[in-house]
T-cell receptor, first 114, second 112 residues
């Protein structure tokens, strides 16, 4: 597609349940990123995939968070045993590698844990 | 990790006024970028700066990459109501190419 696509756009889940968030990057973008944005706050780095290299997981806040990426396409972010503090907008972005033109972001998934 | 200090945190200005916001850091960066985020959307790239000292304009927006590579500013001239949103600075880490660190954002409100 023309842009970065994220699904679902909204997700309400009960505390303790697992959730999966999906990101479809722009075709040809080898780098993919996940960020978390809590209400009224900035963007918090979670994880970074680039090509076939080992992902940079340094931003994942706990072992309840994990992410996968299939080749240079779709990525899923999984949060296990969700907690109320996981409520946030989860943003995915992709970029070309080489001369850096910045990221293109999706519209995000708003996760609410009740 | 590396941090960007963005200010002001928020601004409430009259339509037609000029706006200025900036980001500083104790670290040096390869690239500075400015994004705008509107409600319910992801951030959208406004301006990218690649060289120390570079001054770039995009319509009413002007941004500069500081000569020390540790700071950047964004100016918006003659603000209009659709300028409302959250503006983020971002910078590409030298050690980890293509990885961005973000400022906390400046909330801009425009009174017409």
């Amino acid at each position: 597609g023309a842009g970065v696509s994220q699904s679902p756009s909204n997700k309400v889940t009960e505390k303790g349940k697992d959730v999966e968030l999906r990101c479809d990057p722009i075709s040809g973008h080898t780098a993919l990123y996940w960020y978390r944005q809590r209400l009224g706050q900035g963007l918090e780095f979670l994880i970074y995939f680039q090509g076939n290299s080992a992902p940079d997981k340094s931003g994942l806040p706990s072992d309840r968070f994990s992410a996968e990426r299939t080749g240079e396409s779709v990525s899923t972010l999984t949060i296990q045993r969700t907690q109320q503090e996981d409520s946030a907008v989860y943003l995915c972005a992709s970029s070309l590698v080489g001369r850096f033109y910045g990221y293109t972001f999706g519209s995000g998934t708003r996760l609410t844990v009740v | 990790g590396q941090q960007l200090n963005q200010s002001p945190q928020s601004m409430f200005i009259q339509e037609g006024e000029d706006v200025s916001m900036n980001c500083t850091s104790s670290s040096i960066f390869n690239t500075w970028l400015w994004y705008k985020q509107e409600p319910g959307e992801g951030p959208v790239l406004l301006i990218a700066l690649y060289k120390a000292g570079e001054l770039t304009s995009n319509g009413r927006l002007t941004a500069q990459f500081g000569i020390t590579r540790k700071d950047s500013f964004l100016n918006i001239s003659a603000s209009i109501p659709s300028d409302v949103g959250i503006y983020f600075c971002a910078a590409e880490e030298v050690e980890y190419g293509n990885k961005l660190v973000f400022g906390a954002g400046t909330i801009l409100r425009v009174k017409s």
